[in-house]
């Protein structure tokens, strides 16, 4: 078997020993990689009812399968654990380049257990691998650690990490590398509970695809295939944010003013065809991507001169633009940076703001608890403000530091009621009142709302993916069946570690040919697909094991009661007979219970135990 | 006028495919610091490609020169490693002012791919182009690594 080390480096910080597992041709034809692996680490290495911030909790990191292979954007990195906030398994990927390098330094995929005395950081060099003391790194940005652990160790190693906001537990905290991020879920708060601050990788080995030639031609060809689609040209020109005038005016489903509108008014001004020729000096790009969405954004003068960003993208416009309605783009750029240096997840970060200037509008929360006017009409000043106080849990930023679900508790007084949050983690830039099969998608993602374990949005939007044609977006017939199988292609995608906005360039069906030339293995379609399914099952059993079941997943009362206001998709909403029979269908689909738990019979099928 | 690798650092994306496909072209598999040609990632405003010039943009720090026992040499433009004189005495990867020069059991270097470089074809933003030597986007890249 080739493409893969074959092995698995588990470090454990509290006994500070490390040792390796080996893994054969059965583990990968079970689990693939990336995802798969990190997944299979979590589900059996976390015990029943450990807190996502306990020790006992795990933090996996994996390499897909093309990641370390010359495959275009197929570099991603997973990063998995229980997470912090919504305790249901979380994953999350990158597109930094830390788990190719792990790859070179010999494994496929780490596993961290435990928790160091002090802080820490974790430093390995192919065999060598040591927790080294990180004191002096503590309470510094995801800009200022890897500067100082390349001047120790030299400008070629890689470093993910976490800024103040991961030592400070919140429970919105991601993990940084190459200014990408894993986002989602807050596993930056796990790599604080575990006193970890960095993981620092220098790998020397070669890696050998099973047919280089055979490879380097798959290369080429896809490059080509790439540069010539029409995406390429957006991606280059404008990032993941072209489309936003496009979902505004035409579809009516951008999520603005923490949902109480569908269409921004003031998009223009956060649109990147504003934005890309006065800001955007280059491209930026994840390792291994030849279709750059990324953008150095620089504010050269003003209030927020100095600001030099990987961004804007799509749901970052969302939601530390529309979500508050900031249509200052100049504050969104630095509320953004001040996102990555604490090391926040911009979607959660962006809607809890949101969420609270909903309730300053309300009278819920008032001027002098916050400190300022944490209003809707004063964003652009309020919003870079309040994430600098999130990100350091400073003041009212404390109560807003862990997302609106626990935010909403906090205050009480019937804030939940404007908290729009599905498991615990808030929405990407999708208002599914408007586009139903995704809303069943934001219920039925393991890790809470999101607009990626399905990819639901692209379907609906569109019309037409895959085998499917004629897709509604209203109805809610049909849903559950195409969400369960989209889940299962993501799945597949994360554990492959390809990019999934190439998942038009790759459908299922491409992927063989690519995985046999980096690893020799042969897989069919349908083996990818109940890989895929195998994973999101050891996912569902997972949270269903947490108890967090049907009852939790349920649509926030927002998607429910409140029908959107205006634009295209006027009058549309998720009733909550509708939001039943999705469930139902769903489940149908899957072979799970009504209340969301796989059957027996679905684990036995599959190989879980 | 014989055309050689010219970097464009503010085209990098940063995306180190190119180390990737040199090697890979060239091994037959994927070992970064095996690579002709170095990307740096330093930070969110700076990537760059760091090339061998052959010659043109190394002034003092030359491998030529300074190879103890003349094993490098330039024929036509084209600077390339004689195995059979090399010693591995890795005074060429010292001097070599881009940090290209590579050393397993023999020193090696970017040899052009005869002339339908690799790393240019797969690199779709133009921050590799091969063409007229363009000094003045060498004079960057050593500018560039000067800093670090």
């Given at each position: 078997?080739?493409?893969?080390?074959?092995?698995?480096?588990?470090?454990?910080?509290?006994?500070?020993?490390?040792?390796?597992?080996?893994?054969?041709?059965?583990?990968?034809?079970?689990?693939?990689?990336?995802?798969?692996?990190?997944?299979?680490?979590?589900?059996?290495?976390?015990?029943?009812?450990?807190?996502?911030?306990?020790?006992?909790?795990?933090?996996?990191?994996?390499?897909?399968?093309?990641?370390?292979?010359?495959?275009?954007?197929?570099?991603?990195?997973?990063?998995?654990?229980?997470?912090?906030?919504?305790?249901?398994?979380?994953?999350?990927?990158?597109?930094?380049?830390?788990?190719?390098?792990?790859?070179?330094?010999?494994?496929?995929?780490?596993?961290?257990?435990?928790?160091?005395?002090?802080?820490?950081?974790?430093?390995?060099?192919?065999?060598?691998?040591?927790?080294?003391?990180?004191?002096?790194?503590?309470?510094?940005?995801?800009?200022?650690?890897?500067?100082?652990?390349?001047?120790?160790?030299?400008?070629?190693?890689?470093?993910?990490?976490?800024?103040?906001?991961?030592?400070?537990?919140?429970?919105?905290?991601?993990?940084?590398?190459?200014?990408?991020?894993?986002?989602?879920?807050?596993?930056?708060?796990?790599?604080?509970?575990?006193?970890?601050?960095?993981?620092?990788?220098?790998?020397?080995?070669?890696?050998?695809?099973?047919?280089?030639?055979?490879?380097?031609?798959?290369?080429?060809?896809?490059?080509?295939?790439?540069?010539?689609?029409?995406?390429?040209?957006?991606?280059?020109?404008?990032?993941?944010?072209?489309?936003?005038?496009?979902?505004?005016?035409?579809?009516?489903?951008?999520?603005?003013?923490?949902?109480?509108?569908?269409?921004?008014?003031?998009?223009?001004?956060?649109?990147?065809?504003?934005?890309?020729?006065?800001?955007?000096?280059?491209?930026?790009?994840?390792?291994?991507?030849?279709?750059?969405?990324?953008?150095?954004?620089?504010?050269?003068?003003?209030?927020?001169?100095?600001?030099?960003?990987?961004?804007?993208?799509?749901?970052?416009?969302?939601?530390?633009?529309?979500?508050?309605?900031?249509?200052?783009?100049?504050?969104?750029?630095?509320?953004?940076?001040?996102?990555?240096?604490?090391?926040?997840?911009?979607?959660?970060?962006?809607?809890?703001?949101?969420?609270?200037?909903?309730?300053?509008?309300?009278?819920?929360?008032?001027?002098?608890?916050?400190?300022?006017r944490l209003t809707f009409d004063n964003a652009p000043d309020a919003v870079p403000r309040m994430i600098e106080m999130m990100g350091s849990r400073n003041g009212f930023g404390d109560i807003l530091a862990d997302g609106v679900k626990a935010a909403a508790k906090k205050i009480g007084k019937g804030a939940e009621r404007y908290a729009v949050h599905t498991k615990g983690m808030e929405?990407?830039?999708?208002?599914?009142?408007?586009?139903?099969?995704?809303?069943?998608?934001?219920?039925?993602?393991?890790?809470?709302?999101?607009?990626?374990?399905?990819?639901?949005?692209a379907p609906e939007l569109v019309g037409k993916f895959w085998r499917w044609q004629g897709i509604d977006r209203f109805s809610p017939e049909g849903k559950g069946a195409m969400v369960a199988t989209m889940e299962n292609f993501m799945c597949v995608y994360d554990s492959i570690g390809l990019c999934k906005f190439s998942r038009g360039f790759f459908l299922i069906e491409k992927l063989p040919e690519v995985i046999k030339a980096i690893s020799g293995l042969t897989f069919s379609e349908e083996e990818l697909l109940k890989i895929g399914e195998r994973i999101h099952n050891m996912k569902g059993n997972f949270n269903a094991r947490e108890g967090v079941t049907r009852k939790d997943w349920l649509l926030p009362p927002r998607i429910i009661q409140d029908p959107i206001p205006d634009g295209p998709s006027k009058g549309s909403h998720i009733t909550e007979a509708e939001m039943n029979k999705m469930l139902d269908d769903y489940m149908v689909a899957r072979s799970w219970n009504k209340d969301g738990v796989p059957s027996p019979e679905k684990l036995k099928e599959l190989g879980i135990e | 006028m014989v055309k050689m690798l010219v970097p464009y650092p503010d085209r990098c994306t940063g995306c180190r495919f190119c180390e990737m496909a040199c090697t890979i072209a060239h091994e037959g598999k994927i070992n970064h610091a095996d690579a002709r040609l170095q990307v740096h990632r330093r930070n969110v405003k700076v990537d760059f490609p760091s090339v061998c010039t052959h010659c043109v943009s190394c002034g003092e720090d030359c491998c030529v020169l300074h190879c103890p026992v003349d094993a490098i040499k330039n024929i036509d433009g084209i600077v390339s490693v004689d195995e059979e004189e090399c010693t591995a005495c890795g005074t060429c990867v010292e001097v070599c002012p881009f940090g290209v020069m590579r050393m397993e059991e023999k020193a090696f270097k970017c040899d052009l791919c005869d002339g339908d470089p690799t790393c240019v074809k797969f690199c779709p933003m133009g921050a590799i182009k091969y063409e007229e030597p363009k000094p003045e986007q060498y004079d960057l890249v050593k500018k560039l690594l000067g800093e670090e």
């Open positions: 078997m080739k493409g893969f080390t074959g092995k698995i480096l588990k470090i454990d910080l509290t006994t500070e020993k490390n040792s390796v597992k080996t893994i054969d041709e059965k583990y990968i034809r079970k689990y693939l990689g990336g995802q798969g692996f990190a997944v299979e680490l979590v589900y059996h290495g976390v015990p029943k009812g450990t807190d996502a911030l306990d020790p006992n909790n795990v933090l996996a990191m994996a390499a897909g399968v093309f990641d370390g292979y010359p495959v275009p954007t197929g570099g991603k990195t997973i990063f998995a654990g229980k997470g912090p906030a919504t305790g249901t398994l979380c994953e999350s990927v990158m597109g930094g380049s830390i788990g190719a390098e792990l790859r070179h330094a010999g494994f496929d995929a780490l596993e961290i257990m435990g928790r160091a005395s002090e802080p820490a950081y974790i430093f390995i060099e192919d065999d060598k691998v040591e927790i080294n003391d990180a004191r002096d790194l503590w309470g510094k940005d995801t800009r200022q650690v890897p500067e100082l652990l390349k001047k120790k160790h030299g400008w070629d190693v890689k470093v993910a990490c976490i800024g103040m906001a991961g030592e400070k537990l919140s429970r919105i905290a991601c993990i940084d590398c190459d200014d990408r991020q894993a986002g989602r879920g807050g596993l930056g708060a796990v790599m604080g509970s575990k006193n970890l601050k960095a993981i620092v990788v220098r790998g020397t080995h070669d890696l050998e695809p099973a047919d280089p030639s055979g490879l380097l031609e798959i290369a080429l060809r896809y490059q080509k295939i790439m540069e010539a689609a029409p995406s390429f040209v957006e991606d280059t020109k404008y990032g993941t944010g072209e489309f936003l005038g496009w979902v505004n005016k035409e579809k009516g489903v951008f999520p603005t003013r923490n949902w109480q509108e569908s269409v921004f008014a003031e998009r223009e001004k956060i649109d990147p065809y504003y934005w890309a020729t006065r800001y955007v000096s280059k491209n930026k790009a994840c390792f291994a991507c030849t279709k750059p969405c990324g953008k150095l954004f620089e504010v050269k003068s003003g209030k927020f001169a100095g600001v030099a960003i990987d961004g804007i993208e799509y749901e970052t416009l969302y939601s530390l633009g529309g979500a508050c309605g900031n249509a200052d783009v100049e504050s969104v750029a630095r509320a953004n940076e001040l996102c990555d240096l604490y090391g926040i997840d911009t979607i959660s970060a962006g809607v809890t703001v949101g969420f609270a200037m909903e309730l300053m509008q309300r009278g819920i929360i008032s001027e002098k608890e916050v400190g300022f929405p990407p830039a999708y208002d599914v009142r408007g586009m139903k099969g995704h809303g069943l998608a934001y219920m039925t993602s393991t890790r809470g709302a999101c607009h990626l374990r399905a990819g639901f949005y | -």
